[in-house]
């Protein structure tokens, strides 16, 4: 009797705390529900709810064009033009054999029939890019790609097409100015090569293969290439990209991130693939300001030859017969050859020096030597602090002008 009492009594208390906790729910829905409700009803989205004193100082994304390469190619691609050099070629239909008496009997008639026939001139065209560097038409790009030209057409990206004259050029570096009659032109802006580092964007604008405005991108993959390094005979240490330059690019800018001219492209290089190499614009600019002021480039000349002299140079040196010379120096420019009646030879340079010093100037390399006389004006008076068997001097050359032939050895 009592087991069946408290079975009673559990059941009971079961139910009494199943139907409190139905009451309590149903109040919940009912007295909460509304309140709830109304309270979200005055409450601010829930975008805005979520932002915080911290997130008040951020400021949202702007919704203009993100893409620093299309904003780039957008500011100065309008300044980046296609030119199109044409020259005559004169050519000797036969060789000199054939004005020899025995082959004129042999055709006999013929001969002169065939001459007519056959076309002593042809005409050569080529293309490549340039870019606008002045409102009024002074346009820079690469030298071989309008050197001996007869006529040049210049293209803009507006479709116009203008007849270009040709400055000067600068085989040497590589650097040429064409130049057109019109105004208010676009322009490009440019900036510097000074303080770039391999792994900074390079982007390139041109018309490879005659396509008009082609935008490429890349890196800058090394800087200060050497032209011996790569297989060419300039006066210039390259910008390596790996942005895409094809035939047809030659001339053509290569800008930074922000848009400007960091240097000028050049094709020149055969068989290369993912490289790319542009003339530091600094080059290009104080090359084309004496191509626009006189038409030609006065070149500070020294007359020597060098070699980069370190432990390997030395050690081939040292049992060479052809080279008696002492040479007490690990590192510099060693001089192997003054051109005679040069103003070095006229200063008193001599072979077996080696070259410690230009113009103040560390000389750690027979390229930094000639990059440093680059830089200089015929005339001017350059110091150079040389060791010469265990005796250090210091020699002042007067630059010359450079030579259009050497003299032989």
């Given amino acids: 009797m009592n087991e069946k009492k408290l079975g009673y009594r559990k059941l009971f208390t079961s139910l009494a705390l199943l139907l409190t906790g139905v009451v309590l729910g149903a109040w919940a829905v009912v007295a909460g529900m509304p309140a709830t409700e109304a309270g979200l009803a005055n409450q601010p989205p829930l975008a805005i709810s979520l932002e915080s004193s911290e997130n008040k100082a951020v400021k949202p994304l702007p919704s203009d064009n993100l893409n620093f390469i299309a904003e780039a190619a957008r500011l100065t691609g309008p300044a980046v033009v296609r030119i199109n050099a044409s020259r005559t070629v004169t050519n000797d239909p036969f060789p000199d054999v054939f004005s020899d008496p025995f082959f004129r009997r042999f055709f006999g008639d013929d001969l002169p029939q065939l001459e007519r026939r056959m076309p002593r001139e042809r005409v050569e065209r080529g293309t490549g890019s340039g870019f606008i560097i002045d409102k009024n038409g002074d346009i820079i790009t690469n030298a071989h790609v309008v050197e001996g030209s007869n ?102 800018p290569l800008l930074n991130q922000k848009g400007e001219v960091i240097g000028v492209n050049t ?106 006389v680059e830089t200089k004006n015929v005339g001017d008076r350059i110091a150079m602090d040389i060791k010469r068997g265990r005796d250090n001097l210091t020699i002042t050359v007067e630059a010359g002008q450079f030579p259009r032939q050497f003299p032989e050895q």
């Fill in 151 to 252: 006529r040049v057409t210049v293209t803009l990206k507006d479709g116009r097409q203008l007849e270009g004259k040709v400055l000067g050029t600068d085989p040497l570096t590589d650097i040429a100015v064409v130049k057109v009659n019109a105004n208010n032109l676009p322009t490009v802006k440019i900036g510097s090569s000074a303080n770039l580092q391999p792994g900074e964007w390079a982007i390139a604008i041109g018309n490879p293969l005659g396509l008009d405005n082609t935008v490429t991108a890349g890196i800058i993959s090394a800087l200060g290439r050497r032209s011996g390094e790569i297989g060419v005979d300039k006066r210039v240490s390259f910008i390596q990209t790996d942005a895409a330059i094809n035939p047809g690019n030659s001339g053509g």
């Fill in 267 to 372: 094709a020149i290089i055969q068989g290369a693939q993912g490289l790319g190499f542009s003339i530091p614009i600094e080059t290009a600019q104080r090359i084309a300001k004496q191509l626009i002021e006189t038409g030609s480039v006065k070149r500070a000349y020294l007359g020597i030859q060098m070699l980069t002299l370190d432990s390997d140079t030395k050690s081939r040196l040292k049992g060479d017969p052809n080279f008696p010379f002492v040479i007490t120096e690990d590192k510099g420019a060693l001089i192997t050859r003054v051109v005679p009646d040069s103003p070095a030879a006229k200063a008193g340079l001599k072979a077996g020096d080696v070259i410690l010093k230009v113009a103040g100037e560390p000389a750690e390399t027979a390229d930094r030597v000639q990059q440093i």
